[in-house]
Nanobody, 123 residues
Framework: VQLQASGGGLVQAGGSLRLSCAAS????????VGWFRQAPGKEREFVAA?????????YYAGSLKGRFTISRDNAKNTVYLQMNSLKLDDTAVYYC????????????????WGQGTQVTVSS
């Protein structure tokens, strides 16, 4: 499966963006999908994840819960990350990944990664 992340861009603090992660080559409907981000000079960190069945199976980094929402549209083979009230610290390259990790908040177990989409939040 190949993943294509899109939707990044430049936004002012307080604004919103919606990222998309589209799968091709094979459906990822039976796998978890996670979003991670990496800011310059920092390690890649967990943002959000959604398991195969979306209902009751979403996970968020503690600091992001309430501002970010992950969802999936299995008919479109796409996972979304709605980001609201963006802050300067949200500036990073955002990556989506899919697989069957034991712990959806860590990178091991995610077999396929997208190329990343840049999100830049300005003051």
């Amino acid at each position: 499966v190949q993943l294509q992340a899109s939707g990044g861009g430049l936004v002012q603090a307080g604004g919103s963006l919606r990222l998309s992660c589209a799968a091709s080559g094979r459906s990822f409907n039976n796998y978890a999908v996670g979003w991670f981000r990496q800011a310059p000079g920092k390690e890649r960190e967990f943002v959000a994840a959604i398991k195969q069945s979306a209902v009751g199976n979403t996970y968020y980094a503690g600091s992001l819960k309430g501002r970010f929402t992950i969802s999936r549209d299995n008919a479109k083979n796409t996972v979304y990350l709605q980001m609201n009230s963006l802050k300067l610290d949200d500036t990073a390259v955002y990556y989506c990944a899919t697989g069957a990790p034991l712990d959806v908040t860590t990178t091991p177990g995610y077999a396929a990664w997208g190329q990343g989409t840049q999100v830049t939040v300005s003051s």
